[in-house]
């Protein structure tokens, strides 16, 4: 199988509208990429290889790679977020250095050829999508890097990132919505259950008003 036999713990999400974004979801509410089996499922739904592509090949050190590339792009859509639309320089933390050596390893995973794609026929006879060879965990970090860059030097796109206004839901999103209006990471998950806290607190608000009023 192409994801292997291990019981995946969670549902990989993908609703942030980019890739790297994606993987920036990985470590909320907890860690999720903590082992082989929830990348292989996080390789696969976010299509960074077609589908049905196996992945058996994957060694111990493919999800601390890919969590310290997750930890590199943070700091530099993070540091957007934390200048403010329009700022001319991204913050440091205190120390150029971090926000620099952050900026120099995503560039870094960038510089591998990613997969190589390859057309043949499927079972009907139809041109399907493969990869040329078993895809190498630099060629698979080169993909999400790429897009990290893309997004980061295309000044249309940073302007749309935003991060949930959900109660301590660090997923940082692209607003692509009319009039950049969208508030949540998702309206099923943290929009809901923004929803769900304010009706609480109407009821809550009625139930007390109601057992203060003057008989």
Known sequence: MALGTATVPYEPRFDTGR???DLLSTSHPGE?????APLR???AGARLVPPGTELAHAGPSWPAAFRELRGDVGRLVRGYLAAGAGAGAYPYDGDPRTYRLALDRVNEAARPAPPAPRAVPGPDGALVRQLAGPPECAALLAVVARDAVELLTDPVARGALRECAGDDCPIVYLD??????RR????????????????RRRTAGTAAR??????
């Open 176 to 181: 692509t919505s009319r009039g950049r209006r």
């Open 41 to 43: 499922a996080w390789i």
């Open 19 to 21: 890739i790297c974004l």
């Open 32 to 36: 999720r990429l903590d082992s082989l």
């Open 184 to 199: 949540w990471c998702s309206s099923e998950v943290c929009g809901n259950r923004e929803r769900v806290a304010r009706h």
């Open 210 to 215: 109601t057992r203060t009023r003057p008989a």
